[in-house]
């Protein structure tokens, strides 16, 4: 297993469009993180998921903001109406359920609103 | 109210001595866990080392070591022997069994090892 996957690595969109990224996790993990980390700050929790199910949602994520993990595998993270507010990386990370194991991260998206 | 606080923006250290970098969590949960993470500036996050709270020895990793105090809520991360690469933000983050075991980040301190 090569860890976790996320494409694109950077992307450049216009103020209004929207975007997805894609998170691959490591295969046996049935836990998925998305976060967004702007610059300086620590990794901000987005939501989460438990195999294909959504168990949380940030309350400072907008409706602009939605993931989905179809089958419990790969994860997708849609953000519409883009704004510039949103530029930042968005961080992906997989991690058993048990308590006390790690979560491993992807390398991220970093996302560039112009 | 924060669930994990860094109070220190960013540290300097001088190559070959020890540093600890604080971490402070808030729970009231009996059954938590708490990790610390590096994040050099290539931006990847890397686990360094996990502490459960019900642990009772300090958990060590190479040159990490944490010094967990579970009266005061404190997982202070020492690094001994500092190296010029062990420059890079450093994440204190914890994970409580009901939350969900997801989780939460603290806003990080920059170290800086000086040859």
Redesign the interface.
Known sequence: DTGVSQNPRHKITKRGQNVTFRCDPISEHN?L?W?RQTL??????LT?F?NEAQ??KSRLLSDRFSAERPKGSFSTLEIQRTEQGDSA?Y?C?S?R????T????G??TRLTVV | AQK?T?TQPGMFVQEKEAVTLDCTYDTSDQ???L?W?KQPSS???I?LI?Q?SYDEQNATEGRYSLNFQKARKSANLVISASQLGDSAMY?C?M???NT?????????T?LTVIP
Do not use: D, K, V
């Open positions: 836990r993180y976060y300086g700050q620590g990794p901000e929790f989460y438990q168990l949380e990386m961080l990370a991690s359920q048990l308590m006390n790690e979560a491993f991260f390398q991220g | 994990i860094q059954s938590y866990g990790f993470y931006g990847e996050m686990f996990y459960g994440f983050a994970r409580e069994a969900g075991n997801q989780f939460y980040f603290g806003t990080g920059s």
